[in-house]
Structure formats: C-alpha cells, structure tokens
C-alpha cells in the first residue's frame, strides 16, 4: 500500500519561497509520475506539475512556469516542488499525487498561504 506525506507549508510574504517536500512509502513508486496538485478555497483540485519515473520528463499550470520546479529524489523517496515568487493567488492545500501501473495515491495536503 502506498503512503504519501507532504511537508513543508506554511504562511510565506508575496515573493518568497518555500520547498514542498512529499515522503513516499510503498512499492513500485520509483517507475510512477508524481504530481503536485492545489485546491484554493472554492475552487476546483488543479494540477500544479508532474514529473515521470524516471525524472526526465516534466509538467507544469501556466500559472506556475518559472517560478516552481518540480524534483524527486527516487532514492529517498521523496519528490519535491520549489516554490519561488510566491503570489497570493498561490495560496491553497497542497497535495502529492502518486499514478501509474494501477496505483493512484493522494497525500493529505500542506497549506500554503501567501499574503500580500
């Protein structure tokens, strides 16, 4: 069974940064993609970006290109998401998504929120 737990949230000024950090447990997780997705108050889960297996390949929202990069380390097991100049509209529940080979695991979500 895999087990997603994010980390890294917090209340951060428009413009700074924050890293994401997701810790997975499980099997078959290094040949998945992993994704960060965000849902603000009333709105709808988006995808904030995706990297493959094998880290080569990645994904990112309009919204987000630039500013976040997306990373895992397939040793520790772990993925991450830079956050850089941040925006207010950033502000939502964070969350690590594990999919492929039949698997689709969701963590529970970091709150990031960003004041202006």
């Known amino acids: 069974q895999v087990q997603l737990v994010e980390s890294g949230g917090g209340l951060v000024q428009a413009g700074g940064s924050l890293r994401l950090s997701c810790a997975t447990s499980?099997?078959?997780?290094?040949?998945?993609?992993m994704g960060w997705y965000r849902q603000a108050p009333g709105k709808q889960r988006e995808l904030v970006a995706a990297i493959n297996g094998g880290g080569g390949y990645t994904n990112y929202a309009d919204s987000v290109k630039g500013r976040f990069t997306i990373s895992r380390d397939n040793a520790k097991n772990m993925v991450y998401l830079q956050m850089n100049s941040l925006k207010p509209e950033d502000t939502a529940v964070y969350y690590c998504?594990?999919?492929?080979?039949?698997?689709?695991?969701w963590g529970k979500g970091t709150l990031v929120t960003v004041s202006s």
């Open positions: 998504r594990l999919t492929g080979y039949g698997m689709d695991a």
């Open positions: 499980g099997s078959g997780i290094r040949a998945s993609t």
